[in-house]
C-alpha cells in the first residue's frame, strides 16, 4: 500500500484524503511484431494454468524515478489476474481472467505497466527479465532515438528474450516528452495481453504543475483472455470486438477509487498536467466536463504557443499520447473525464461504465454525493 492516491502523478497524500473525507478509519483495498503462432501460445497457456495454482492479482501502475534508481530499472514477466471493476454495481464485475503483466524490480505487476520516469539526458539500462516466463518477449520504446541492436523488434534486431532469460537495453533519454512501450513480439495479441505502459523524459528545467497525473486508456477484447485462462472462447485479431475499457487499467466505477482507480483529485485554482496514452487499437475522444484544456505536447513534442488553444475534447490515436493542461476553476464538485464514443462509458449493456473518471474538487469530498460514488467504486474508508 502506498502514501498515494488518485491517478498516478502528483495527487493528494492518504493522510490529506482521509482528512478531505472526514474519514477517520484505513483505506480499504479490494481485493510485438513476430510470426503468428495462436495455437502454440493456447497451448502454452493451458500449461501454465494448470501448473499454477494461484497467479497474483496486478496492482495499479506506479511511477518509477529510474534517476533515483542510479539509472537503471529491471522488467520482469509475470502472469496475473486482472480486476477491472470487482464489484456488483453498475454492470460488474468486470475482470480479465489472465494478463501478462510487467512489474518493476520488487514491486507488484501491474497493467498498465510502471511509468518509467527519467530525465532529458539521464540514459537508462532496462533490464527485461523473463526468468519465469513462459512466452517470448521484447521491450520497445516510442519516441527517443536508439541504435538498431535497441529496437525491440525481434525481426529486424534478431534479438528475442525467450523464457528463462535476460537482456539488458541501453536507451537514452534523448527526446523529452511522453511516450510509450511494449511487447514487440507477436504485438497484435501482446498488448491486448497488457504488455505496455508510460515512458516519461521530462525536459530539462522542468516545471511542474500543481497536480500531475498520468492515465493510459485501452479497449480490450475479453475473448483473448479469457481463452489464454483456459476458458471456452475464441479471438481473432482481425476480428476484435471489444468489450471492455479502461482508464489505467479500470473501468468505471473502480476508477473513482481513491487508490485503485484514477480520479483527477484537485483543490480550487491548482494547475493541473494529464499526459493521456493510447494504449489500445482504436481512437478515443477523450472529454473533460465544464473545463477547458490546452494541449501543450503531442507524441514527444512541444507545441508551440501560438498552436495551442482552448477545447474540451481531445482525440487519442492508438499510441498517440497527448499532454493536456488546465485550470481547476469550475465551481467546486465532481466532473466527468470520458472517452466521447459513448459505447465506450458501458460495462455490458451498463451505463454508465467503461472508459470514464472524473475531476474531484477536494472541497467536495465530504459530501453524500461523493460518499454515493464511493460506495459504488468499493471504497471502504471514506
Not at 534479438?159 to 497484435?188: D, M, R
Not at 496514452?277 to 481512437?283: A, F, L, P, T
Request: charged share 20%.
Amino acid at each position: 500500500m502506498t502514501d498515494h492516491v488518485g491517478a498516478p502523478g502528483k495527487g493528494l497524500s492518504r493522510r490529506e484524503f482521509l482528512a478531505a473525507t472526514g474519514a477517520t478509519g484505513a483505506i480499504g483495498v479490494a481485493g510485438c511484431s513476430a510470426p503468428t503462432n495462436g495455437g502454440a501460445d493456447a497451448a502454452t497457456e493451458a500449461s501454465v494454468t494448470a501448473q499454477e495454482n494461484q497467479l497474483p492479482t496486478t496492482s495499479p501502475p506506479e511511477v518509477v524515478n529510474v534517476d533515483e534508481q542510479g539509472g537503471s530499472v529491471t522488467l520482469k514477466t509475470a502472469p496475473a489476474t486482472h480486476d477491472v471493476h470487482p464489484l456488483e454495481t453498475m454492470g460488474g464485475p468486470v475482470e480479465l481472467p489472465r494478463v501478462w503483466a510487467f512489474q518493476a524490480d520488487d514491486r507488484d505487476p501491474s497493467v498498465p505497466g510502471p511509468i518509467i520516469r527519467t530525465t532529458e539526458g539521464n540514459d537508462m539500462e532496462v533490464t527485461l527479465d523473463n526468468t519465469n516466463g513462459k512466452h517470448p518477449h521484447t521491450v520497445h520504446f516510442h519516441g527517443v532515438q536508439k541504435t538498431w541492436e535497441n529496437d525491440g523488434v525481434p525481426t529486424t534486431t534478431g534479438i528475442t528474450v525467450n523464457p528463462g532469460e535476460k537482456h539488458t537495453y541501453s536507451i537514452p533519454a534523448n527526446v523529452p516528452g511522453t511516450h510509450l512501450y511494449h511487447c514487440h513480439f507477436q504485438t497484435q495479441r501482446h498488448i491486448d495481453m497488457g504488455m505496455f505502459g508510460i515512458f516519461r523524459v521530462d525536459p530539462k528545467g522542468y516545471e511542474e504543475a500543481d497536480k500531475e497525473y498520468f492515465m493510459t486508456v485501452k479497449e480490450w477484447d475479453s475473448s483473448l483472455n479469457r481463452m489464454m485462462a483456459g476458458e471456452d472462447a475464441s479471438y481473432s485479431p482481425r476480428n476484435r470486438n471489444p468489450d471492455v475499457f479502461t482508464v489505467n487499467g479500470k473501468s468505471a466505477p473502480r476508477t473513482l477509487h481513491p487508490e485503485d482507480g484514477s480520479p483527477i483529485i484537485v483543490s480550487k485554482g491548482d494547475t493541473v498536467r494529464v499526459h493521456l496514452v493510447n494504449g489500445g487499437y482504436m481512437s478515443h475522444p477523450m472529454h473533460i466536463h465544464n473545463h477547458r484544456f490546452r494541449r501543450v505536447e503531442k507524441d514527444g513534442g512541444a507545441i508551440p504557443e501560438a498552436a495551442r488553444h482552448e477545447m474540451d475534447v481531445t482525440n487519442v490515436a492508438p499510441a498517440e499520447r497527448h499532454t493536456v493542461e488546465f485550470t481547476a476553476d469550475a465551481q467546486p464538485g465532481v466532473y466527468l473525464m470520458h472517452c466521447h464514443k459513448v459505447n465506450h462509458v458501458m460495462n455490458g449493456t451498463a451505463y454508465p461504465g467503461g472508459m470514464l473518471t472524473g475531476v474531484v474538487y477536494e472541497s467536495v469530498m465530504d459530501t453524500d454525493i461523493f460518499a454515493q460514488l464511493m460506495e459504488y467504486a468499493g471504497y471502504e474508508g471514506a
